[in-house]
C-alpha cells in the first residue's frame, strides 16, 4: 500500500497533466483531419516500441533481473548492465528502421487518409519515430529501479513530458491564425510540434538518471552473455512478443477502421467522428486504472516474482486478491462517475478552441462505452502480471487470441452494420466485451495453477462495492439532469455538475462502503489520512 500510494500520487500528477496536454492538443489541433493525422502518426512510436521491447520488460525483464540479484548480487549487476546495453543498440537500429518506414505506417494504421492528409502523417511518423529510443530506455530505466524498489522517479517523469507538450500546445496558439489543416499547416508549425514531442520524451528519460545513479546503477556497456542467458530470455521473449503482435494486429484494424469512419463521417458532414476522438476518450478512461491499477500492479510485480521463484503460490496468490480488492475499490466509483459525469468530463476538458461542443459530444458516447471494460481491463491486466511472475509467457499469448479476435469481430461488425458517426462507440463496446472475455478466461486459467483465487473474499468485496455504488450513480445522474435542465451545458454548468455530483456522490460512496465495512476502503483512506499534514496516526 505504501508503495503504491507513492506511485498513485506521481501517477496522479502525470495524468493530470496529461489531462492538461490533451485538453491543450484538442484547443490548438481540434478532432478532425489534422488532428487525426498527428494522433496516428504519433502513436507509431509507442506501438513499435510495444511490438519490440514493451512487453518483454514487463514480462521478461524484471522477473529475470529479480532472479538473477536473488542467486548473486554482483552476477545480478552485471546482467543488468548486459541487457540494458543489448536494449540501447536495439534500439537504435529500431528507430532507423522505422523512420525509412514511416509511409508504411500511416498505410497500415491511417485507414483511408490520402491527400495532403496522409503527407502530413507520413512526415509526423518519420519525425516521432525518434521517440522509440527515448521511450525503450525510459522504460528500460523505469525497469530497472522497479527491481531495487525505486517506484517515485518513474512515476514522476511523465509529467516533465506532459509539461513540454503543453507548452509547445500554447505555442502552436500563439502562432497560429484561424482553422489549421493539412494543406495549410506552415513548416513552422510542423518544426513547434515535431520539437515539442519528441523533446519532451527526451526529457523524460533524462529525468531518470539522477534516481538510476542514486539506486547505485551505472551503465557500463558490455555484451559479455553467459552461456544460456540470452535462451533463457528468448524463450521467454518469443511468447511475450506473440502476445504483443497479436494485440497490436487488433489495434491495427481498430485504428484503421476508426480513421475510415473519420473520412466517411466528413464526406457525409456528419462531423468529426474519427481516431482523434476515439484516442481521447480512450487516454480519459484510462486514468483511474494508470492512477490504482498501474501503481499497484508495478509494487507488486517484484513481489509477486521473489514469491513465484521460492514457489510460494499461495503468497503469489494473496498478492493478486490484495491488488485487485485494492484496486476495486477506486474503479469501480471512477466507472460509474464516467457513465453519469461523462459530458461534463468532456466538455470542461475538452471543449476548447478548436475542439466544438459537438466534437465533446462525439468523445463523451465514446468515453460512457469505455466505462464499461473498466472493471474488466484492470482485472484482466493484473491477472496477466501473474502470468508474468511465474515466467508463463505462453499462456497470456494464446488467451489475447481470443480476447483480440472478439475485438476485431465487434469492430469489423459494427464498421458495416453502424452508420459512420457511431462506428467508434461501436468499436470501444467491443472492446469492453474483449477485456471481459480474457478476464473471465484468465481467471479460469490461474484458479487452476494457484489452487484457488480467494474467490470468495474477491467477490464478497465486488458485491459490497457494488451496493456501495448505487447511491453514487443515482446522486451522480440526478445532478447531471438537473443542471443540465437549469442551466444547459458549457463550461460552467460542466464544473457545477462535477463538483456537485462527484464530491456528493464520492461521500455517498464512501459512506456505504463504511457501512458494508469494506476493509479495503478503510485501508485506503486511513492511509491517504496519515500522510496529510497534521492528521494524528494511531
Same mark, same amino acid.
Given at each position: *500500500?505504501?508503495?503504491?500510494?507513492?506511485?498513485?500520487?506521481?501517477?496522479?500528477?502525470?495524468?493530470?497533466?496529461?489531462? #492538461?496536454?490533451?485538453?491543450?492538443?484538442?484547443?490548438?489541433?481540434?478532432?478532425?483531419?489534422?488532428?487525426?493525422?498527428? /494522433?496516428?502518426? /504519433?502513436?507509431?512510436?509507442?506501438?513499435?516500441?510495444?511490438?519490440?521491447?514493451?512487453?518483454? &520488460?514487463?514480462?521478461?525483464?524484471?522477473?529475470?533481473?529479480?532472479?538473477?540479484?536473488?542467486?548473486?548480487?554482483?552476477?545480478?549487476?552485471?546482467?543488468?548492465?548486459?541487457?540494458?546495453?543489448?536494449?540501447?543498440?536495439?534500439?537504435?537500429?529500431?528507430?532507423?528502421?522505422?523512420?525509412?518506414?514511416?509511409?508504411?505506417?500511416?498505410?497500415?494504421?491511417?485507414?483511408?487518409?490520402? %491527400?495532403?492528409?496522409?503527407?502530413?502523417?507520413?512526415?509526423?511518423?518519420?519525425?516521432?519515430?525518434?521517440?522509440?529510443?527515448?521511450?525503450?530506455?525510459?522504460?528500460?530505466?523505469?525497469?530497472?529501479?522497479?527491481?531495487?524498489?525505486?517506484?517515485?522517479?518513474? *512515476?514522476?517523469?511523465?509529467?516533465?513530458?506532459?509539461?513540454?507538450?503543453?507548452?509547445?500546445?500554447?505555442?502552436?496558439?500563439?502562432?497560429?491564425?484561424?482553422?489549421?489543416? @493539412?494543406?495549410?499547416?506552415?513548416?513552422?508549425?510542423?518544426?513547434?510540434?515535431?520539437?515539442?514531442?519528441?523533446?519532451?520524451? $527526451?526529457?523524460? !528519460?533524462?529525468?531518470?538518471?539522477?534516481? =538510476?545513479?542514486?539506486? %547505485?546503477?551505472?551503465?557500463?556497456?558490455?555484451?559479455?552473455?553467459?552461456?544460456? +542467458?540470452?535462451?533463457?530470455?528468448?524463450?521467454?521473449?518469443?511468447? !511475450?512478443?506473440?502476445?504483443?503482435?497479436?494485440?497490436?494486429?487488433?489495434?491495427?484494424?481498430? !485504428?484503421?477502421? $476508426?480513421?475510415?469512419?473519420?473520412?466517411?463521417?466528413?464526406?457525409?458532414?456528419?462531423?468529426?467522428?474519427?481516431?482523434? @476522438?476515439?484516442?481521447?476518450?480512450?487516454?480519459?478512461?484510462?486514468?483511474?486504472?494508470?492512477?490504482?491499477?498501474?501503481?499497484?500492479?508495478?509494487?507488486?510485480?517484484?513481489?509477486?516474482?521473489?514469491?513465484?521463484?521460492?514457489?510460494?503460490?499461495?503468497?503469489?496468490?494473496?498478492?493478486?486478491?490484495? %491488488?485487485?480488492?485494492?484496486?476495486?475499490?477506486?474503479?469501480? @466509483?471512477?466507472?460509474?462517475?464516467?457513465?453519469?459525469?461523462?459530458?461534463?468530463?468532456?466538455?470542461?476538458?475538452?471543449?476548447?478552441?478548436?475542439?466544438?461542443?459537438?466534437?465533446?459530444?462525439?468523445? $463523451?458516447?465514446?468515453?460512457?462505452?469505455?466505462?464499461?471494460?473498466?472493471?474488466?481491463?484492470?482485472?484482466?491486466?493484473?491477472?496477466?502480471?501473474?502470468?508474468?511472475? *511465474?515466467?508463463?509467457?505462453?499462456?497470456?499469448?494464446?488467451?489475447? #487470441?481470443?480476447?483480440?479476435?472478439? /475485438?476485431?469481430?465487434?469492430?469489423?461488425?459494427?464498421?458495416? =452494420? #453502424?452508420?459512420?458517426?457511431?462506428?467508434?462507440?461501436?468499436?470501444?463496446?467491443?472492446?469492453? &466485451?474483449?477485456?471481459?472475455?480474457?478476464?473471465?478466461?484468465?481467471?479460469?486459467?490461474?484458479?487452476?495453477?494457484?489452487?484457488? *483465487?480467494?474467490?470468495?473474499?474477491?467477490?464478497?468485496?465486488?458485491?459490497?462495492?457494488?451496493?456501495?455504488?448505487?447511491?453514487?450513480?443515482?446522486?451522480?445522474?440526478?445532478?447531471?439532469?438537473?443542471?443540465? $435542465?437549469?442551466?444547459?451545458?458549457?463550461?460552467?454548468?460542466?464544473? &457545477?455538475?462535477?463538483?456537485?455530483?462527484?464530491?456528493?456522490?464520492?461521500?455517498?460512496?464512501?459512506?456505504?462502503?463504511?457501512?458494508?465495512?469494506?476493509? +479495503?476502503?478503510? !485501508?485506503?483512506?486511513?492511509?491517504?489520512?496519515?500522510?496529510?499534514?497534521?492528521?494524528?496516526?494511531?
Amino acid at each position: *500500500m505504501r508503495s503504491g500510494a507513492i506511485m498513485a500520487v506521481g501517477t496522479l500528477a502525470s495524468r493530470v497533466t496529461g489531462f #492538461l496536454r490533451t485538453s491543450l492538443l484538442a484547443a490548438a489541433l481540434g478532432a478532425g483531419a489534422i488532428a487525426d493525422a498527428y /494522433n496516428t502518426a /504519433n502513436t507509431v512510436p509507442f506501438i513499435i516500441y510495444d511490438l519490440l521491447l514493451g512487453g518483454v &520488460l514487463t514480462a521478461v525483464v524484471v522477473p529475470l533481473i529479480v532472479r538473477a540479484r536473488e542467486r548473486d548480487a554482483a552476477y545480478g549487476a552485471r546482467y543488468e548492465q548486459r541487457l540494458f546495453t543489448l536494449a540501447v543498440l536495439g534500439l537504435a537500429v529500431i528507430t532507423a528502421v522505422t523512420v525509412l518506414l514511416g509511409p508504411v505506417f500511416i498505410d497500415v494504421y491511417g485507414g483511408s487518409m490520402h %491527400g495532403s492528409q496522409r503527407d502530413l502523417a507520413v512526415l509526423f511518423a518519420r519525425l516521432f519515430a525518434v521517440q522509440i529510443f527515448f521511450l525503450g530506455v525510459s522504460a528500460f530505466s523505469g525497469a530497472i529501479l522497479n527491481t531495487r524498489k525505486r517506484f517515485a522517479a518513474p *512515476m514522476w517523469a511523465p509529467v516533465l513530458n506532459n509539461i513540454v507538450i503543453c507548452t509547445t500546445a500554447l505555442a502552436f496558439l500563439l502562432v497560429t491564425a484561424g482553422k489549421v489543416t @493539412p494543406d495549410s499547416i506552415s513548416g513552422l508549425q510542423v518544426g513547434l510540434l515535431t520539437a515539442g514531442t519528441v523533446g519532451g520524451m $527526451a526529457l523524460q !528519460t533524462l529525468a531518470l538518471w539522477p534516481s =538510476l545513479r542514486g539506486s %547505485g546503477f551505472r551503465w557500463r556497456p558490455r555484451l559479455d552473455f553467459r552461456k544460456g +542467458e540470452l535462451g533463457q530470455m528468448g524463450r521467454m521473449a518469443v511468447w !511475450t512478443l506473440a502476445y504483443v503482435v497479436i494485440t497490436q494486429i487488433g489495434f491495427a484494424i481498430t !485504428t484503421r477502421l $476508426a480513421n475510415s469512419a473519420g473520412v466517411r463521417g466528413r464526406a457525409e458532414h456528419l462531423g468529426d467522428v474519427g481516431y482523434t @476522438p476515439y484516442f481521447n476518450a480512450y487516454q480519459l478512461f484510462q486514468l483511474p486504472y494508470a492512477i490504482i491499477g498501474v501503481s499497484v500492479i508495478t509494487a507488486l510485480l517484484p513481489r509477486m516474482s521473489e514469491h513465484a521463484a521460492a514457489g510460494r503460490l499461495a503468497e503469489v496468490r494473496d498478492d493478486f486478491s490484495a %491488488g485487485l480488492r485494492l484496486c476495486s475499490v477506486i474503479i469501480l @466509483p471512477a466507472a460509474g462517475l464516467m457513465a453519469m459525469l461523462g459530458s461534463e468530463i468532456i466538455v470542461v476538458l475538452l471543449a476548447h478552441g478548436q475542439t466544438t461542443l459537438a466534437n465533446a459530444h462525439v468523445i $463523451a458516447e465514446v468515453l460512457r462505452m469505455f466505462a464499461i471494460a473498466l472493471v474488466p481491463f484492470a482485472g484482466y491486466q493484473l491477472m496477466l502480471r501473474v502470468f508474468y511472475a *511465474m515466467q508463463d509467457t505462453r499462456t497470456p499469448a494464446l488467451i489475447s #487470441l481470443a480476447v483480440v479476435g472478439t /475485438n476485431i469481430a465487434c469492430a469489423l461488425t459494427v464498421y458495416r =452494420l #453502424l452508420p459512420a458517426d457511431k462506428i467508434i462507440v461501436g468499436i470501444a463496446g467491443g472492446f469492453a &466485451l474483449a477485456q471481459t472475455a480474457g478476464a473471465a478466461v484468465s481467471w479460469v486459467v490461474l484458479r487452476r495453477r494457484l489452487d484457488g *483465487m480467494d474467490g470468495r473474499r474477491v467477490l464478497g468485496t465486488y458485491a459490497k462495492l457494488a451496493v456501495a455504488l448505487w447511491p453514487l450513480i443515482g446522486f451522480a445522474y440526478a445532478v447531471h439532469a438537473v443542471v443540465t $435542465a437549469a442551466l444547459g451545458e458549457g463550461l460552467l454548468p460542466g464544473l &457545477l455538475a462535477l463538483a456537485v455530483g462527484g464530491a456528493g456522490g464520492g461521500a455517498l460512496y464512501l459512506a456505504f462502503a463504511k457501512a458494508l465495512r469494506v476493509g +479495503e476502503v478503510q !485501508t485506503m483512506v486511513a492511509t491517504i489520512a496519515g500522510r496529510l499534514p497534521g492528521v494524528r496516526r494511531g
